[in-house]
């Protein structure tokens, strides 16, 4: 697997939490899986062997350190280290503008990737290579146009996972003799892109499979709505485009045994749940009486960017506010979002607490200590808090978009199988409706009861999306073979 990001080392979002918890599904079912990652500023891999080899990226040659270490049975984590092009500040920007040479950056991150599987003397030859994002996008093009430069991996199948569309890696295309491609890549059927060079749609092109990270998305991006101009593209590759459901790492988020939460529960014994909510409120310097208590808390962890509805809060605010809960929220993201929400504390300070930044401990207190927990996203690939709620007993509103669909069926009076509240209308109206509709029913605790606990006890782990991942590498690899013969 390449990918530009993975838990616990480097994180901004879901991408990482995918990488990290996949490779260790597949290996349970007795896959080997090495993961490749750039070697960020302040990112450590424990007792790692350090191999340099060099690496070409067009008419360049890098000398790469690369840091490998067995993470656990049959699972092996390999840092590329290259301080030049990753010993920054950020992973991605700088001031929140794009550092200028990222196209050199995960290009060579791809090229070193594939040289180290390639000469890899530890173990046979791959029989995948599975990119994610943007970032990974060039694995199959390099693969595809370079046989000889990579004779072991062309036999490889080539999956390429689609995590979030709207990020798409787009350069000039002046890049692509500088990433050592040819112009054969650059046709409005591969990797061009009204008159630039895209990563990801270049991703799409090349690969074998592609896959998508909830079934609903896949099918929102072949539409103009949500395929940020590449509907047409994946409506084309529909017969080999897959949309598989991300599960949630069921160790490191399991309400039992957090070691980040002053007490621990399960379905059948919540009471650590009302001294994680007191805990909570402490955090943020609210009352903690019965009162306070017995009032629902609505959280919210995210990044504060226009994808995630943070604008539908704001449009909403004075009468959200209006409504009998304590509201949670912590992020980081645009300035005017984090203003918005610092604004909105101090206006509020007995009912709104706000933490700008990301805090695991915190994450994980917020989603334990809510009653609620609101994710009113504009589009949303899968999502992955909705499921951490579920699993923490803690009840989502959600816009009914992606991943989100997928998994939150909302209740009714007459509803079987209801386990959280959704909504279809990206308008503020939408947005109060609905949680003063959860706020309703938390008063009617025999209701509110069986919604936590059918949350509690769905299974959301990896284990069915990882078996439908080796499905698709079978797939994949099949193709390669029947290419290879052809």
Same mark, same amino acid.
């Given at each position: 697997m390449i990918a530009s990001e993975v838990a616990p080392w480097a994180k901004t979002g879901?991408?990482?939490?995918?990488?990290?918890?996949?490779?260790?599904?597949?290996?349970?079912?007795?896959?080997?899986v090495t993961t490749i990652l750039p070697k960020y500023r302040r990112t450590t891999l424990a007792n790692a062997t350090i191999l340099r080899r060099p690496a070409s990226l067009g008419v360049r040659t890098y000398d790469v350190a690369f840091h490998v270490a067995t993470v656990a049975p049959r699972q092996r984590v390999v840092m590329v280290d290259v301080p030049e092009l990753f010993?920054?500040?950020?992973?991605?920007?700088?001031?929140?503008?794009?550092?200028?040479?990222?196209?050199?950056?995960?290009?060579?991150?791809?090229?070193?990737?594939?040289?180290?599987?390639?000469?890899?003397?530890?173990?046979?030859?791959?029989?995948?290579?599975?990119?994610?994002?943007?970032?990974?996008?060039?694995?199959?093009?390099?693969?595809?146009?370079?046989?000889?430069?990579?004779?072991?991996? !062309?036999?490889?199948?080539?999956?390429?996972?689609?995590?979030?569309?709207?990020?798409?890696?787009i350069f000039a295309k002046d890049v692509v003799p500088v990433l050592g491609l040819p112009?054969?890549?650059?046709?409005?059927?591969?990797?061009?892109?009204?008159?630039?060079?895209?990563?990801?749609?270049?991703? &799409?092109?090349? !690969?074998?499979v592609l896959t998508t990270v909830s079934p609903t998305y896949a099918s929102e991006t072949m539409t103009p709505e949500f395929g940020c101009g590449l509907d047409g593209v994946l409506r084309s590759l529909a017969d080999r485009y897959v949309g598989i459901l991300n599960g949630i790492d069921t160790e490191a988020w399991n309400p039992a045994t957090d070691v980040h939460l002053p007490a621990t529960f399960d379905s059948e014994d919540l009471s650590g749940k009302a001294a994680c909510k007191r805990a909570l409120l402490e955090r943020f310097g609210m009352a903690v009486g019965d009162d306070a208590l017995a009032r629902p808390m609505i959280g919210l962890v995210s990044r504060l960017v226009p994808q995630k509805g943070i604008e539908l809060i704001r449009q909403a605010a004075d009468a959200l506010l209006k409504l009998d809960a304590t509201w949670i929220f912590v992020g980081s993201g645009e300035p005017r979002h984090e203003q918005f929400l610092r604004e909105l504390a101090e206006r509020f300070p007995r009912r709104v607490g706000t933490f700008i930044g990301f805090d695991e401990s915190l994450a994980h207190l917020v989603e334990a200590g809510s009653d609620v927990f609101l994710m009113p996203s504009m589009f949303e690939p899968c999502g992955l808090n909705q499921m951490y709620s579920l699993r923490y007993g803690t009840v989502p509103i959600v816009r009914a978009v992606g991943g989100l669909d997928d998994t939150i069926q909302p209740y009714t009076a007459r509803a079987t199988g209801a386990n959280g509240f959704k909504f279809a209308e990206a308008t503020p109206e939408a947005l109060v409706r609905t949680t003063r509709q959860a706020l309703r029913l938390?008063?009617?605790?025999?209701?509110?009861? !069986? &919604?936590?606990?059918?949350?509690?006890?769905?299974?959301? !782990?990896?284990?069915t999306s990882a078996r439908e991942y080796v499905r698709v590498y079978r797939r994949a690899r099949h193709s390669a073979l029947a290419r290879m013969a052809g």
């Open positions: 879901g991408l990482a939490d995918v990488t990290a918890a996949l490779p260790a599904a597949l290996a349970r079912f007795g896959h080997d010993d920054r500040e950020g992973y991605y920007t700088t001031g929140g503008v794009d550092f200028q040479d990222n196209a050199q950056r995960f290009g060579l991150l791809v090229a070193a990737a594939l040289e180290f599987a390639e000469s890899d003397e530890g173990s046979r030859p791959f029989d995948v290579i599975h990119a994610h994002d943007w970032q990974a996008g060039l694995a199959s093009a390099f693969v595809r146009t370079m046989p000889e430069r990579f004779p072991k991996l !062309s036999r490889a199948g080539l999956v390429f996972t689609i995590h979030n569309l709207a990020y798409q890696g112009w054969t890549v650059f046709t409005l059927d591969r990797g061009e892109f009204w008159g630039q060079f895209g990563f990801l749609k270049t991703g &799409l092109a090349y !690969s074998d938390y008063q009617n605790k025999a209701a509110w009861m !069986s &919604l936590m606990r059918q949350g509690m006890t769905a299974d959301h !782990s990896w284990e």
